[in-house]
């Protein structure tokens, strides 16, 4: 049975835990080391495209916030404790955090949010507090002690900052100090609060949930983006010169109607592009050149391909995919592709595998169509090939 960080089998993970409980995974990495120092994390919080705060309790209780870019000068302003520093979407800043995730690959890549990066010193931390999401809290250098309730609905809320939300004290079901290398799962809703013992690092490997109202948004978008502005317009049913000012039934039909419409098409499109949307902002670069795919198809063209191919995915790719009528619709970083069901079984392989080489599928490269939908991934900058 497949085990969790050699702890506790997947089947009970997520029928007990997952979404549910919170649950501590003791030494989970037990040679983890971190991937950055407190000076590293320091620089990213200069800089102005990084989503970065400093909270610090003052010692007359008050909390203060102060969000990034940072001044330099801070950092010697700063007591040797009651603060933390905190950075968000460190595995798209310093990519070999990222490796990091290759311990969740047991949940979904499209679920990941983003690796928060802290920096807390003792006493320090952001409060008693919920978030949303599941988060696993990574322990690196240093201890921390966490105190974790159960999931509730109901929390009183308090604003010690206008910018930090808290929660009122809870009963602690885990009360426990987090040595290097292991792990807190903490489920959305739940009551947490971690305090630093010695000066310490954490890593909040966290996941997204999509909510209705993003997923309405995105599919009225498209829907306006679709639409042809001229066309179906609101006709008069009932005007019968009794004039009043009321709106009537047909208006409602008329919007009914409308709506009705929307496929499963485009509400799984909708879906499938928020879901993958980046978290932070990148203009992608291609890999390779126009030029070398351009020589590339030329190559498969004339049937002369001497070494072996294969197609890899990007590092930086937010995917999923949706198998829908006779298409495969393959979403990447918030971009939808379709592809025929002809091909499902290789397009399947290069997400799942994140490479495949072409020899062991059954796809023929004189397969023009096929090539050319794949010269537009690489072209985007998601898949580069390598022979
Ligand atoms: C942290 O302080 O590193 C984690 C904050 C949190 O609990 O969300
Ligand atoms: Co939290």
Request: aromatic share 8%; charged share 20%; proline share 7%.
């Given at each position: 049975m497949n085990q969790l960080f050699k702890t506790l089998s997947q089947e009970t993970f997520f029928e007990q835990?997952?979404?549910?409980r919170p649950y501590l995974f003791r030494q989970?990495?037990?040679?983890f080391s971190d991937y950055l120092t407190p000076e590293e994390l320091a620089g990213l919080a200069l800089e102005e495209e990084v989503d970065s705060r400093l909270i610090t309790r003052e010692s007359n209780g008050a909390w203060s916030l102060q969000h990034g870019p940072l001044e330099p000068s801070i950092f010697s302003q700063l007591s040797e404790s009651d603060w933390t520093l905190l950075v968000q979407s460190v595995d798209s800043l310093l990519?070999?955090?990222?490796?990091?995730l290759q311990h969740f690959s047991f949940i979904p890549g499209w679920r990941l949010d983003d690796i928060m990066v802290s920096y807390a010193t003792p006493g320090g931390g952001v409060g008693p507090h919920i978030d949303q999401y599941d988060v696993f809290l990574v322990q690196g250098s240093g201890q921390r002690r966490w105190q974790v309730g159960t999931p509730q609905h109901d929390y009183e809320f308090r604003y010690p900052h206008p910018e930090i939300k808290q929660i009122a004290p809870f009963q602690a079901l885990i009360d426990e100090v987090l040595q290097p290398g292991d792990v807190l799962y903490v489920p959305p809703n739940t009551p947490h609060d971690g305090v630093a013992v010695t000066p310490c690092m954490t890593y909040s490997v966290g996941f997204r949930a999509p909510s209705e109202a993003l997923l309405v948004q995105q599919l009225l978008s498209n829907l306006a983006a679709q639409a042809?502005?001229?066309?179906n317009l609101y006709q008069d049913q009932s005007l019968s010169g009794a004039s009043t000012q009321a709106l009537p039934p047909s208006a409602l039909s008329w919007a009914k109607n409308a709506l009705a419409g929307i496929t499963d098409r485009q509400l799984i499109s909708a879906f499938g592009e928020i879901v993958t949307e980046p978290k932070m902002e990148f203009e992608p670069e291609p890999i390779q050149s126009a030029e070398s795919i351009t020589a590339l198809l030329a190559k498969l063209e004339q049937g002369k391909l001497e070494a072996p191919l294969s197609f890899h995915l990007a590092a930086n790719c937010r995917f999923t995919y949706f198998q829908h009528e006779a298409q495969l619709l393959v979403f990447i970083n918030g971009k939808v592709y379709e592809f025929s069901i002809t091909y499902a079984e290789p397009i399947k392989k290069l997400l799942e595998n994140r490479n495949y080489c072409i020899?062991?599928?059954?796809?023929?490269?004189?397969?023009i169509e096929f090539v050319n939908r794949i010269a537009n991934l690489i072209k985007d900058g998601w898949v580069f090939f390598k022979h």
């Open positions: 835990y997952w979404q549910r989970a990495l037990p040679d990519p070999d955090t990222a490796q990091l042809d502005h001229q066309s020899e062991n599928v059954n796809i023929s490269l004189q397969d």
